[in-house]
């Protein structure tokens, strides 16, 4: 995260609630991007409150992702929902070792979530949005 997260049209993936909910993470995340760039005492807090954030609305919007896909009989659920949880768990493990105080953590967190979801919607949510489309057009 070396620039301010901002969301962008070549992050749509064309179903109007994921590209919604994205633009959401992108805003949180960008939060946290003020905070880390703030860098004082009070900032610590911000930082851990919107990571805090940022990891709930993520658990949330793929609870939400994998519900269209499903409703959708995507064949593809199983592996994207395997990526959701690895992320999930990773996240959660950072999280909890930055709450025991590595001091690392509270920095390389929203770094790690935010790579990580940008590569994940183009390259998987994208692929989606595409079966999406096709099925619009039978
Ligand atoms: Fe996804």
Redesign the pocket.
Known sequence: MDERPQFDAKFLVGVDQIDREHRQLFEIAARTYDCVRAGDATAQAGIRSSVAELIEYTATH?VS?EGLMEASAYPELAA?RL??EHLLSRAYDMEMRAEIGDQSMPMELPRFLYRWLTE??EA??KK?GAFMAARRQD
């Open positions: 793929f992702e994207h990526e959701h994940h919607i998987s949510d989606f």
